[in-house]
């Protein structure tokens, strides 16, 4: 669980070259319909190691249906899910979670009335050893405090003062960056954000930006969706469109324009080839 | 986390952090007012309020009747709490998850009848008696768990309706008939025996009452399944999200307060010296008064046992403090609802605190 277990999650098993690494995550033929609606078709998704993967696309393109998928929250009709390589069932969100797939989603999921510690070990609590922990089950506070203290810190959200502050005190950029330190601090494999900027002022919301390029920094690959077209283009080392339920295309912030991805978007423009495969990173971020 | 910036009250308004440290110095503002710090302290110590109530109540009736303070008259205001208090605890766990439960009294009245009927009619022995109480109202207990969680029903309309069912088999079991402790195998009205403790009479009643705060003083504070508590009644949705099994969840906290209903009616066995199906009627709502006066949200997520025990006694103090002050029982329970207001404005107001 450490940062330098993470940092190592890239290579393929084939101990293949650098030319094509495996993706981390990847999905091939996602169908999912509800009655005779269609959510996705058969719609496909890559994650490359070491990448902030954008999702964009119209109201009802099948992003969510398609993130739901990857999290274990909605379990797709047909198509095949990868994880570095192996093929994952997941029947629920914690399925995708002991996998190492970590979800922070849009309405937060955090519990204001408990503090910064209490939520970032909210479902997975560390009890005490010896008798304790076993017959009383006591709760290890002190060092989950200490545990959540050092994930904060290392995500550089060092100025909430007290690791014991109820998280409603907390501002909604803080209140995310608790939701996302969660997911940075368990999540193994991949962070998937749904609108982690939605509900925020400018300055907190490029403050998220920071934390969620700290995370990536860290080795974990990013899946972001975002309505918000300047933080996509921001953060995003490629960006994934999803039209009428599928992956229209996936460009990069360098090879097109904001308005070139909303066009192509709604459908006002012919999608590119799609840049498959990850972005070679030779300039500095 | 380390660098405190600035003491409390050295807010210098909402300067930009100088040189920060770090990255994302998500900066914290200070509020200086006075009333502002008053419910930020309320709304970090939600046990303060109801302290400073009940230690002015009983400053106010000692300089009325100085008989108030006396050990015989503190040992009995326990003992007239105790049932109360043994109830709420179960209401406080319940409404710790953003429900009530209406049914609180009904399942212990009905349970001290069902023992008692079980000791006397049925002639079983009094232990056995007492297990088969306990396992019928923790059963009951279940029941609400059951309906709230299986069928998705409101929490207020679930023990709405069980308080009706249970009353009602409540009469027919009794025939409305008071059963006498005396006719009663010993244990069952044991609870109601004292032993004397520097002067205050404390009945068995008591001492498990005050075991049982502890115990769940320490379930909701030191363990997961307290968080859970904590966190389904916060916001259900994000709980769930967050991995908990909510419903399980709640489950668990219908049936210990259904359990804790039933210790309750033993409880209230020996505080009669018998079991009457015609007391009681009033449990229910002061259950929640209780939980009320403690400082615990009907909204869910805030609160906690420490401070229903105090409400507890609030009430205890109120009605006996008032008798002694020569008002008239009557006013008795316009003093209480006149509390009941303000506890829950006073709730209102510290849930609207800022960051």
Request: charged share 15%; proline share 5%.
């Given at each position: 669980?450490?940062?330098?277990?993470r940092t190592?999650?890239?290579?393929?098993?084939?101990g293949?070259?650098?030319?094509?690494?495996q993706?981390?995550l990847?999905?091939r033929g996602?169908?999912?319909?509800?009655?005779?609606?269609?959510a996705?078709?058969?719609?496909?998704i890559?994650?490359?190691?070491?990448?902030?993967?954008?999702?964009?696309?119209?109201?009802?393109?099948g992003k969510s249906?398609?993130i739901k998928?990857l999290?274990?929250?909605?379990?797709p009709d047909?198509?095949?899910i990868?994880l570095?390589g192996?093929e994952?069932?997941?029947r629920?969100?914690?399925?995708?979670?002991?996998?190492?797939i970590?979800?922070?989603?849009?309405?937060l999921a955090?519990?204001?009335g408990l503090?910064?510690a209490?939520?970032?070990?909210?479902?997975?609590e560390?009890?005490?050893p010896?008798?304790l922990?076993?017959?009383?089950r006591?709760?290890?506070?002190g060092?989950?405090?200490?545990?959540a203290?050092?994930?904060?810190?290392?995500l550089?959200?060092?100025?909430l003062q007290n690791?014991?502050q109820?998280?409603e005190?907390?501002?909604g950029?803080?209140?995310?960056?608790?939701?996302?330190?969660?997911?940075?601090a368990?999540?193994?494999?991949?962070?998937?954000?749904?609108?982690p900027t939605?509900a925020?002022?400018?300055k907190?919301?490029?403050r998220?930006?920071?934390?969620?390029?700290?995370?990536?920094?860290r080795g974990?690959?990013?899946?972001l969706i975002?309505?918000?077209?300047?933080?996509?283009?921001?953060?995003?080392?490629?960006?994934?469109?999803?039209?009428?339920?599928?992956?229209?295309?996936?460009?990069t912030p360098?090879?097109?324009?904001?308005?070139?991805?909303?066009?192509i978007?709604?459908?006002a423009?012919?999608p590119?080839?799609?840049?498959?495969g990850?972005?070679?990173?030779?300039?500095?971020r | 986390?380390s660098?405190?910036?600035?003491?409390?009250?050295?807010?210098?308004?909402?300067?930009?952090?100088?040189?920060d440290?770090?990255?994302?110095?998500?900066?914290?503002?200070?509020?200086?007012?006075?009333?502002l710090r008053?419910?930020?302290?309320?709304?970090?110590q939600?046990?303060l309020?109801?302290?400073?109530?009940?230690v002015?109540?009983?400053?106010?009736?000692?300089?009325?009747n100085e008989?108030?303070?006396s050990a015989?008259?503190?040992?009995l205001v326990?003992?007239?709490?105790?049932?109360?208090?043994?109830l709420?605890?179960g209401?406080t766990?319940?409404?710790?998850t953003?429900?009530?439960?209406l049914?609180?009294?009904?399942?212990?009245?009905?349970?001290?009848?069902l023992?008692a009927?079980?000791?006397?009619?049925?002639?079983l022995?009094?232990?056995?008696?007492l297990f088969?109480?306990f396992?019928?109202?923790?059963?009951?207990g279940?029941?609400n768990?059951?309906l709230?969680?299986?069928l998705?029903?409101?929490?207020?309309?679930?023990t709405l309706g069980?308080l009706?069912?249970?009353?009602?088999l409540?009469?027919?079991i009794?025939?409305?008939?008071?059963?006498r402790?005396?006719d009663?195998?010993?244990?069952?009205?044991?609870?109601?025996n004292t032993?004397?403790?520097?002067?205050?009479n404390l009945t068995?009643g008591s001492?498990?009452?005050?075991?049982?705060?502890a115990?769940?003083?320490?379930s909701?504070?030191?363990t997961?399944?307290g968080?859970?508590?904590?966190?389904?009644?916060?916001?259900?949705?994000?709980a769930?999200?967050?991995g908990?099994?909510?419903?399980?969840?709640?489950l668990?906290?219908?049936?210990?307060?259904g359990a804790?209903?039933?210790?309750?009616?033993?409880?209230?066995?020996g505080r009669?010296?018998?079991?009457s199906?015609?007391v009681?009627?009033?449990?229910?709502?002061?259950s929640?008064?209780?939980?009320?006066?403690?400082?615990?949200?009907?909204f869910?997520?805030?609160g906690?046992?420490v401070?229903?025990?105090?409400?507890a006694l609030?009430?205890g103090?109120?009605?006996n403090?008032?008798?002694?002050?020569g008002v008239?029982?009557?006013?008795?329970?316009?003093?209480?609802?006149?509390?009941?207001?303000?506890?829950?404005?006073i709730?209102?107001?510290?849930?609207?605190?800022?960051a």
């Amino acid at each position: 669980m450490t940062t330098a277990d993470r940092t190592d999650v890239a290579p393929a098993a084939g101990g293949s070259t650098t030319a094509a690494p495996q993706p981390v995550l990847e999905a091939r033929g996602l169908v999912k319909r509800y009655g005779r609606v269609t959510a996705i078709e058969n719609s496909d998704i890559a994650l490359y190691p070491g990448e902030i993967l954008a999702v964009i696309g119209d109201n009802g393109a099948g992003k969510s249906s398609l993130i739901k998928a990857l999290s274990g929250a909605l379990v797709p009709d047909e198509g095949r899910i990868y994880l570095e390589g192996r093929e994952v069932h997941f029947r629920s969100p914690m399925d995708a979670r002991h996998a190492g797939i970590e979800t922070v989603y849009q309405t937060l999921a955090v519990a204001p009335g408990l503090d910064i510690a209490d939520n970032l070990f909210l479902g997975r609590e560390e009890r005490r050893p010896g008798v304790l922990g076993s017959v009383f089950r006591m709760l290890d506070r002190g060092h989950m405090r200490t545990e959540a203290k050092r994930h904060m810190s290392e995500l550089g959200i060092a100025t909430l003062q007290n690791i014991g502050q109820a998280v409603e005190s907390l501002s909604g950029g803080q209140r995310q960056g608790v939701a996302v330190a969660r997911s940075a601090a368990f999540g193994s494999k991949v962070v998937i954000l749904d609108e982690p900027t939605a509900a925020l002022g400018v300055k907190e919301g490029n403050r998220v930006l920071q934390l969620i390029r700290d995370v990536r920094d860290r080795g974990l690959p990013v899946i972001l969706i975002s309505h918000n077209m300047p933080h996509v283009f921001e953060v995003a080392d490629r960006i994934h469109i999803q039209r009428l339920g599928r992956r229209a295309t996936v460009i990069t912030p360098r090879s097109h324009s904001m308005a070139e991805a909303v066009a192509i978007m709604t459908g006002a423009a012919e999608p590119p080839e799609p840049h498959l495969g990850p972005v070679q990173q030779e300039e500095g971020r | 986390m380390s660098s405190d910036t600035g003491g409390p009250g050295g807010g210098v308004a909402v300067a930009e952090p100088a040189p920060d440290p770090a990255p994302h110095g998500f900066d914290q503002r200070h509020d200086t007012s006075l009333l502002l710090r008053v419910q930020h302290v309320l709304h970090a110590q939600p046990t303060l309020g109801p302290l400073a109530v009940l230690v002015i109540a009983v400053v106010a009736f000692s300089i009325l009747n100085e008989r108030f303070l006396s050990a015989a008259n503190l040992g009995l205001v326990l003992q007239q709490v105790t049932v109360i208090a043994v109830l709420a605890l179960g209401q406080t766990l319940v409404i710790l998850t953003a429900g009530i439960d209406l049914s609180a009294g009904a399942i212990a009245v009905f349970s001290s009848i069902l023992m008692a009927k079980l000791a006397t009619d049925a002639g079983l022995p009094g232990p056995l008696a007492l297990f088969l109480g306990f396992v019928l109202g923790t059963a009951m207990g279940l029941a609400n768990g059951l309906l709230v969680t299986l069928l998705k029903l409101p929490p207020f309309i679930v023990t709405l309706g069980t308080l009706s069912i249970f009353f009602s088999l409540n009469s027919v079991i009794s025939k409305s008939e008071t059963i006498r402790g005396a006719d009663m195998p010993d244990l069952l009205p044991w609870t109601g025996n004292t032993i004397r403790v520097g002067g205050f009479n404390l009945t068995y009643g008591s001492i498990i009452m005050l075991l049982l705060f502890a115990g769940f003083w320490y379930s909701l504070r030191w363990t997961a399944w307290g968080k859970h508590v904590y966190a389904t009644g916060d916001d259900v949705e994000a709980a769930r999200l967050a991995g908990i099994r909510t419903d399980r969840v709640l489950l668990s906290v219908y049936t210990c307060a259904g359990a804790l209903y039933a210790v309750g009616a033993w409880i209230l066995i020996g505080r009669l010296a018998s079991a009457s199906p015609n007391v009681g009627q009033e449990y229910n709502l002061d259950s929640i008064t209780a939980v009320v006066l403690g400082g615990t949200s009907l909204f869910g997520g805030r609160g906690g046992v420490v401070g229903t025990l105090i409400g507890a006694l609030i009430v205890g103090v109120f009605r006996n403090g008032l008798q002694l002050a020569g008002v008239q029982v009557v006013w008795q329970g316009f003093a209480i609802g006149l509390l009941v207001l303000a506890a829950v404005a006073i709730d209102q107001w510290i849930r609207k605190v800022k960051a």
